[in-house]
């Protein structure tokens, strides 16, 4: 499976990474769903929309105490690093990342579609000002808008329960479905709507379809081409090792 993962990856003209929460796994970050999954400790409730809004003194301390006490001290795997070299080398275009902790950024990748969106940033819920997440200081307290003439409640700028893809990476997202010749997912289920169907609609665009999970998923027996089971550090080791060889 390795050596013909390998020569499709050598042979291919456009190369798109898909990423899901089991390649951040082993960078100390837990997946949602499944089992130790956060849905299976918290209620998915604090990411709705109108719950933020509405029960914020309810939602803002448990978002703060996973995605900024716990997740932002995440670093990038072995897995992060060595994609980030393959784009730099040429090797892939580009990440569509389900993801929000920017750590294919951090590892150096330059171009990573967040498809839902980042905790990097927050966005004004009254005047749409976004602010990086390092100008703000986070209390037990919702942040609010720093423009004086506002001071309307922040929202992390990732997507909640009840909100839309934002634009520019759903369109980029949907181009290279369009225009790959091979999708390497990594780390999904399959599950979560919309992001679920971009490699489908790669593989109906005539795209070969690489798989790395640590067990099969909703694509394996429907889309896949070559699945190679494992953690995806040791599968991007392996694989990095064996284009390195060629």
């Not at 580009?94 to 990573?112: F, P, Y």
């Not at 209390?139 to 700028?157: D, G, R, V, Y």
Request: hydrophobic content about 40%; overall charge neutral.
């Amino acid at each position: 499976m390795l050596l013909h993962a390998t020569k499709l990856i050598n042979t291919a003209k456009r190369v798109t990474i898909f990423t899901g929460a089991g390649i951040s796994v082993e960078s100390g970050i837990p997946p949602f769903r499944g089992e130790g999954g956060l849905w299976s400790k918290y209620d998915p409730i604090i990411l709705d929309l109108d719950y933020y809004l509405n029960k914020t003194e309810l939602s803002w301390p448990i978002i703060k105490e996973l995605f900024y006490d716990f997740f932002g001290n995440a670093k990038p795997n072995a897995a992060h690093k060595i994609l980030a070299n393959w784009e730099q080398s040429g090797i892939i275009r580009e990440i569509i990342t389900q993801n929000i902790d920017s750590l294919h950024q951090q590892a150096g990748t330059k171009a990573v579609h967040e498809f839902h969106g980042t905790a990097d940033n927050f966005i004004c819920t009254k005047c749409q000002t976004i602010y990086n997440t390092k100008e703000l200081v986070l209390t037990s307290e919702a942040p609010l808008c720093l423009n004086k003439n506002c001071k309307a409640l922040l929202k992390p700028n990732f997507i909640f329960f009840g909100e839309g893809i934002p634009h520019r990476a759903y369109e980029a997202s949907l181009y290279a479905a369009h225009h790959s010749d091979l999708f390497i997912v990594v780390g999904t289920t399959g599950e979560i709507m919309p992001a679920s169907q971009i490699p489908i609609i790669a593989k109906q665009n005539g795209a070969k379809i690489i798989e790395i999970n640590t067990s099969p998923s909703n694509y394996s027996d429907r889309i896949t081409d070559v699945f190679i089971q494992g953690k995806a550090t040791q599968v991007f080791k392996q694989l990095n090792g064996l284009l390195e060889k060629q």
